[in-house]
């Protein structure tokens, strides 16, 4: 089989660089292999144990790719050739490309602690067959232990705790979601899981997992006290799924993830890579990151996709920015670039800008939830550098647009002095809009620094 562009893998990344290729290439025959015939919904995943009646809920449709004109092969590749252009699968069967997209995702991470090989301690892969076969299991339970607070710990503790189960979450850092949030702002989530009976410890590290005849009894902390568990959640993150790239030898960076160029081009010519297998650069510090986001790789695969023949498209965002979103009962999150205490760590001197209001006017209309906006600003600048939104469902797209604000460098009064469209049920009043308010807080600080600069 010979195939101008094939792509290793049909997660977000491999979908959308091929949905992109398509657009830009309709000559150009596209080919995704892909282990599963059917595709989770990564981000998803945690409301299979709650809010969706079944795990087939959740699934990305798999007609899609074929409608488009992009071929499926359900199958797994074994080897790279990349001096002959050419995939052995594990069937014996082999394909040929022009382009080749390596889109191979990451797999759980799995602390090096005893017990975790115990029956009853699970990671949340993202495939199909292995969430079905999970999912009994975690229902079953009593007492579950989710180790991990980062956004799937988080979720899964949430949805676990609506079908009546025992949860306690454990996180090593100051509070939950601690890489996406700072701990002011983050407080009105802990308080959704706390009222859904779901026991939170943070500052907490484990030292063991404790079992009777091969299955889970107990989670052991480093303090020596035990907690109950039938059900082990491990929630830590995930690594970059690199054998294949590594095999060939494409380059890996400092945190195991491929190297690749502004456009997504590996160091070996016709390959390019895209999503959690790739290893990021931080917007900000430009130093090599772990993030992992669909976002970021459906950003990539459009990048990757458009530029696979010819540099079509310039990329001028010259690192990833982290944009996050979550929802707990009525209370939705968003956040985007650093967090407070990320910058300060990072040695930038900051102004910040905190506005309190209602995502509604009048506020007496139905379904008006209160909102928070934190932006964060450069001292010396004044350009945005971090953006954390807790709110009703507005939360998702403000974030978004704040997200932009970063990647386009606007400074604090650029935000202050914007026109932002306004309606009664679904914004807050015009007078009121509470970017534009946290943003002018921060203009009075920065104009007692630097004047000039306004």
Known sequence: MNYDVVIIGGNPAGGAAAVSAKMLHKDKSILIIKKEPVSLVPCGIPYTFGTLNKVEDNQIDPERMKQGGINVLIGEVTVIDSVNKQLSLKNSELVSYDKLIVATGSVPFVPPIPGVDLEGVVTIRKEMEYIKAIQPQLKQGKNIVVVGAGF???????????????????????????????????????????????????????????????????????????????????????????????????????????????????????????????????????????????????????????????????????????????????????AAGLTEKQAKAEGFRIIVGVHSGVDHHPAILPDTSKQIVKLIFSEGSGVIIGAQIVGGVSTGEMINMLGLAIQKNMTASELALMQYGTQPKLTAGPTAYPIALAAMKAVHKIYEYNSCIL
């Open 152 to 334: 799937i710990g988080v979720e899964m503790s949430d949805e676990l705790s609506k079908v009546c189960k025992n949860v306690t979450l454990i996180e090593s850092m100051d509070s939950i979601l601690p890489l996406a949030f700072d701990e002011e702002v983050v407080e009105s989530a802990a308080r959704v899981l706390q009222n859904h009976g779901v026991n939170i410890r943070t500052n907490t590290l484990v030292d063991k997992i404790v079992g009777e005849n091969g299955k889970v009894s107990a989670v052991k902390l480093k303090d020596g006290e035990e907690i109950k568990a039938d059900q082990v959640i491990l929630a830590i993150g995930y690594r970059s799924n690199v054998s294949l790239a590594k095999e060939c030898g494409i380059n890996i960076g400092i945190y195991g993830g491929i190297i690749t160029d502004d456009y997504m081009r590996t160091n070996i010519k016709d390959i390019f890579a895209v999503g959690d297998c790739v290893e990021h650069r931080d917007y900000f510090t430009n130093k090599q990151s772990k993030l992992m986001l669909a976002s970021t790789a459906a950003s990539e695969a459009r990048v990757a996709g458009m530029n696979l023949f010819d540099l079509r498209i310039i990329r001028q965002t010259k690192g990833s920015i982290a944009i996050f979103s979550t929802s707990l009962d009525d209370i939705s999150m968003g």
